[in-house]
T-cell receptor
Framework: AQSVAQPEDQVNVAEGNPLTVKCTYS??????LFWYVQYPNRGLQFLLK??????LVKGSYGFEAEFNKSQTSFHLKKPSALVSDSALYFC?????????????FGRGTSLIVHP | SAVISQKPSRDICQRGTSLTIQCQVD?????MFWYRQQPGQSLTLIAT?????????ESGFVIDKFPISRPNLTFSTLTVSNMSPEDSSIYLC??????????????FGPGTRLTVL
C-alpha cells in the first residue's frame, strides 16, 4: 500500500522568508511524487512532480521540491514566500513500477504567509 | 496540461434530491476520476471512469448512490443521488495524461461545492 504523510496541518511564515512544507511517503518500488496547491474555492493546481533524474525539481510560481530517497521525503520549498502563496498544499505519491496508477494524497498543509 | 470545467460550480440542494455534476475536458483523455473533498480533509477517490466501460468504484462508494456516465473521451457526469447532509462536500473531476492513459500527472477541475440541507 502507498501512503503520504504531511506532518504539519499548518505552516506559518513571514513574507520574504523561505518556506518548507514537509512530505514523507511510503510506496513499493520507485515513486512518482507530486505537489498540488489549492486556493480558496478552487480546484487543485499541479505545481511540480518528480519522476526520475535530478533530485531537485523546479515547478510553478518559484516552488521547488527535493526528493530524498533515503529519507523517503519530498519537501516543498520556496526561497522567498509571498502573501499570495497562502493556500492549501497537497503532496501525492504513486508507484512508478506497477500497482495502482492512482496517486494517494496527503491530508494537506495550510500555508499562511504573513505580511 | 488539460483544461477542465465543471458545472455547476456550486449548488444548495434539499435532502432526498439528486444532483448531476458535469465535467468537460478540452482534449481527449482515457482516464477520468471523481473525487470528494469534505471540509478540512484530503481528497477521497470515488471512482475511475474510462470511456466505453463501467466506472470502477472505490471501497465505500456504490453505483446506486453515485452513478457515473462517460459517453465520450472529453465528458463525464457524476450524479449524487438521494442526497443527505453528509453528502455536503466539494466534488472534483480529474483527468490523467492523454489518450494513452500512461500519463503520470492528474489535472483537476475547479470543483463543485455541494451543500445539502
Amino acid at each position: 500500500a502507498q501512503s503520504v504523510a504531511q506532518p504539519e496541518d499548518q505552516v506559518n511564515v513571514a513574507e520574504g522568508n523561505p518556506l518548507t512544507v514537509k512530505c514523507t511517503y511510503s510506496v513499493s518500488g520507485n515513486p512518482y511524487l507530486f505537489w498540488y496547491v489549492q486556493y480558496p474555492n478552487r480546484g487543485l493546481q499541479f505545481l511540480l512532480k518528480y519522476i526520475t533524474g535530478d533530485n531537485l525539481v523546479k515547478g510553478s510560481y518559484g516552488f521547488e521540491a527535493e526528493f530524498n530517497k533515503s529519507q523517503t521525503s519530498f519537501h516543498l520549498k520556496k526561497p522567498s514566500a509571498l502573501v499570495s502563496d497562502s493556500a492549501l498544499y497537497f503532496c501525492a505519491v504513486r508507484s512508478a513500477s506497477g500497482g495502482s496508477y492512482i496517486p494517494t494524497f496527503g491530508r494537506g498543509t495550510s500555508l499562511i504567509v504573513h505580511p | 496540461s488539460a483544461v477542465i470545467s465543471q458545472k455547476p460550480s456550486r449548488d444548495i440542494c434539499q435532502r432526498g434530491t439528486s444532483l448531476t455534476i458535469q465535467c468537460q475536458v478540452d482534449s481527449q483523455v482515457t482516464m477520468m476520476f471523481w473525487y470528494r473533498q469534505q471540509p478540512g480533509q484530503s481528497l477521497t477517490l470515488i471512482a475511475t471512469a474510462n470511456q466505453g466501460s463501467e466506472a470502477t468504484y472505490e471501497s465505500g462508494f456504490v453505483i446506486d448512490k453515485f452513478p457515473i456516465s462517460r459517453p465520450n473521451l472529453t465528458f463525464s457526469t457524476l450524479t449524487v443521488s438521494n442526497m443527505s447532509p453528509e453528502d455536503s462536500s466539494i466534488y472534483l473531476c480529474s483527468v490523467e495524461g492523454g489518450l494513452a492513459g500512461a500519463g503520470d500527472t492528474q489535472y483537476f477541475g475547479p470543483g463543485t461545492r455541494l451543500t445539502v440541507l
